[in-house]
């Protein structure tokens, strides 16, 4: 497995670096296939690269073709505050100069709320999914999972207790091997999240975990180096069978723990 870690001084020169990967690789995609897919992350470093990308205005990209979709949501209301749509659109759609010419914006694709049921808009969202991602290896690579598509570039946090997207140790979503994308229901939380699974991740072109901060010093050694608790550490469960694998950390998350 292609597997790259890109280590940084602070947050600022991972989102950075990050941003600067981003744009190369969904010009890679585009220049590959004529279109790229990107599944949006929640948390604080995703947020400032999306910043970034927004003040860099990145007019380099034909953002036409590109189709955003969400890795994981809250289960609050689109305009809610811990939306992570609201969040995506408020630190980088919201923002981009191209706001007012709709053909050069991406596609984005936010997840249909529902909060009373969480599944059934887990299902629709999946759905969604297929339909809008479905007819991308249509330029036939050779790629195994055809019922599985292929995201060109998935973006990842990881929590203290390595947790990446929306699944959190110990519960039900880290066992799916079907569906796309689930509600899962977070005991710590007492609350749903909703979220894509480890088969449809690891089935991406590209996988790029962004991670920051001290604090996340012992998952991100427990992930890159073991034991192997997948139900413990979620994160461990993403192994992209085919694609690329990168890691941006900073200094303070990474320190002695990558070799
Ligand atoms: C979310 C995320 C989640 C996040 C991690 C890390 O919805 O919050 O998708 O998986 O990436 O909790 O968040 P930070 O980068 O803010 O620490």
Redesign the pocket.
Known sequence: MYHQTIVKPNSEEVAIAATEWLIETIKECIAARGQCSIAL??????KRLYQLIAENESRSVDWSQVTLVL??E?NVPQEHVDS?YRMVREAWLDRLDIKNHPKSMPRVYPVTMDTKSPERAALQYERQLRQVLGNQDSTGDDRDDRDIPSIDIVL????DDA????LFPETEALKETNHLFVANFVPKFSAY?LTLTAPIINAARNVAF????AS?RPAVDVVLHGPRHPDEYPAQLIEPKLGRLWWFLDTAAAAEVVK
């Open positions: 992350s929640g948390g604080s470093t995703p890795g994981d809250r992570n990842l946090g990881l929590g947790h990446t997207a929306s999240r962004l991670v920051c901060g996340k």
